[in-house]
């Protein structure tokens, strides 16, 4: 089984600023089949990314993937304040396995 | 609009049995995976399995099999998870969320429930 490991467990930072999120992954995920996703207290979690990089039409431009094989980055390029939520990462190249979370809070 | 609407919220006792319901609308049922995801208080994601309504072809996470049950009836568009008995460890949040297609490029879940919440008291 590919295990997530996110880091930082918890992120403050203020309106305005860019965070960076990392998902890593215990074995290389196939072809990048890596996806993120936003959930806000008392909401189903809501797709961002999926293979890596790519964005569904409705996500704002600001949310950006990269990466392969172990190491994989969500970036917010400037935190509007409905951005503050929890975020996950899933692989589903081997199976599906969901990383802890990482929330980004506001300082 | 592709929607998927989950029954409501349930308290039961341990050694009971459940079954809660995840219907989808806006698109073609049948021909997409339903996954079940589990969300203990507070905690994180946690994939249970998912099943094809076409032909009910079932996959469930190693950590879930044996203590659960995915069913679906496609003429009512709708999916099915069930326990025979209730542990007060399911106490959890339940969402049902649908596979974006079969290609394995595909697998990540693009639409998902609003999630029911099932708590397990005596």
């Known amino acids: 089984e590919i295990v997530l490991t996110q880091s930082p467990g918890t992120l403050s930072l203020s309106p305005g600023e860019r965070a960076t999120l990392s998902c890593r992954a215990s074995?290389?995920?196939?072809?990048?089949?890596l996806a993120w996703y936003q959930q806000k207290p008392g909401q189903a979690p809501r797709l961002l990314i999926y293979?890596?990089?790519s964005r569904p039409t409705a996500i704002p431009g600001r949310f950006s993937g990269s990466g392969f094989g172990t190491d994989f980055i969500l970036t917010i390029t400037r935190l509007e304040p409905e951005d503050f939520a929890v975020y996950y990462c899933?692989?589903?190249?081997?199976?599906?396995?969901f990383g802890g979370g990482s929330k980004v809070e506001i300082k | 609009e592709v929607q998927l609407v989950q029954s409501g919220a349930e308290v039961k006792k341990p050694g009971e049995s459940l079954t809660i319901s995840c219907k989808g609308s806006?698109?073609?049922?049948?021909?997409?995976?339903i996954g079940w995801v589990r969300q203990k208080p507070g905690k994180g994601l946690e994939w249970m399995g998912v099943?094809?309504?076409?032909?009910?072809?079932?996959r469930y996470s190693p950590s879930f099999q044996g203590h659960v049950t995915f069913s679906v009836d496609k003429s009512l568009s709708t999916a099915y998870l069930q326990w025979r008995s209730l542990e007060a460890s399911d106490t959890a949040i339940y969402y049902c969320?649908?596979?974006?297609?079969?290609?394995?490029?595909?697998?990540?879940?693009?639409?998902w429930g609003r999630g029911t919440l099932v708590t397990v008291s005596s």
């Open positions: 099943i094809y309504p076409d032909d009910s072809d079932t």
């Open positions: 899933l692989q589903y190249g081997s199976s599906l396995t």
């Open positions: 293979g890596a990089s």
């Open positions: 969320a649908r596979r974006h297609g079969d290609y394995i490029g595909d697998w990540y879940f693009d639409v």
């Open positions: 806006g698109y073609t049922f049948s021909y997409y995976w």
């Open positions: 074995q290389s995920v196939p072809s990048s089949y």
